[in-house]
């Protein structure tokens, strides 16, 4: 596009950029490529083919580039340009200094046309399902009379139900209640005997008889159990190893405190117990001593 030109005025081309550069010894070509413009802008630039030119602003800003690339003062060849037309703003009824026409009077609120909208008619059906499901009666509960609490409906239910069934066994046990009325006469009979009945307990509860064979059960000797060979009671954590002579292992355990074991196999075979200070040794139902431990508190013997 390109700026239109004041009626009587004459294009006039910047004689001084052209002489510049031809005084430089500079192609138009090689000037065009150092600026980075095509080569046809620049010459129309230096004929004064300003139409041939985006606008006067660029043929402005495209000639400053190259006087500064000359290393020439713009302001000469600025001169011999035409000035660049001031872009408006707008039409003067619609430019910024215009007056602001306020819009018209907020329309009032109505309840009804705002009830009217589907997203409100959708949540009040929502709402109304919601309350018809929750206080609707269920059916598998029974209906109850108005003003009369759930308690007493249910509490009067199980009574009347369990009335029938008494009823029932009540008028079946009338039939042998009559017998049983008709007894006493036979139960008077062993009634007297009663009372000569503690004669005869009286002197088996006393007779020596019976007494000599509960004293002779206790008579028989009990066998004692055999006594272990070797025990460890262990007053703290320990641990014991018992081998053979050849090597196979016989016990190896961990030991806490309160915990015991015993070892029943006929020796000989080494014992190691470590942490001798707080186990207590036993061999064949008497104390053992063990001998004086290692630095560690390791202490070895050996059963015969």
């Known amino acids: 596009m390109s700026d239109p030109q004041q009626p009587g005025e004459t294009p006039v081309s910047p004689l001084l950029l052209k002489q510049a550069r031809e005084a430089a010894g500079l192609h138009v070509a090689a000037l065009a490529a150092a600026l980075k413009v095509p080569v046809r802008k620049l010459e129309d630039l230096e004929a004064g083919r300003y139409d041939q030119l985006p606008d006067m602003t660029f043929a402005r800003a495209l000639a400053s580039s190259a006087c500064r690339h000359l ?17 408006a703003l707008g039409l003067p009824g619609t430019a910024l200094n215009a007056p602001f026409q306020g819009s018209a009077d907020p329309v009032p609120f109505n309840p009804a046309g705002w009830l009217s909208r589907p997203a409100v008619l959708s949540a009040i059906a929502l709402l109304l399902g919601a309350l018809v499901i929750v206080f609707l009666p269920r059916p598998d509960e029974p209906a109850t009379a108005w003003g009369e609490p759930a308690g007493n409906a249910s ?114 075979y080494n014992v190691v117990i470590g942490r001798a200070d707080v186990a207590r040794v036993t061999l064949r139902g008497q104390a053992f001593d063990l001998p004086p431990p290692s630095p560690n508190g390791v202490a070895r013997f050996e059963v015969k």
């Open 71 to 87: 290393r020439i003062d713009p302001a000469p060849v600025l001169a011999q340009l035409p000035a660049a037309a001031r872009p």
């Open 155 to 268: 509490s009067t239910t199980p009574a009347n139900a369990v009335q029938p069934g008494v009823a029932e066994p009540v008028g079946v046990t009338t039939a042998p209640a009559e017998p049983v009325a008709t007894a006493p006469s036979p139960t008077v009979a062993p009634a007297e005997p009663v009372p000569s009945s503690p004669a005869p307990v009286q002197p088996a509860a006393m007779s020596p008889a019976a007494t000599p064979p509960v004293a002779e059960t206790p008579a028989t000797p009990s066998v004692p159990a055999a006594a272990s060979v070797l025990a460890v009671a262990a007053r703290g954590e320990t641990w014991i190893e018992v081998t053979t002579p050849a090597g196979e292992t016989v016990v190896r355990r961990l030991l806490t405190a309160g915990e015991s074991m015993e070892v029943n196999r006929a020796p000989p």
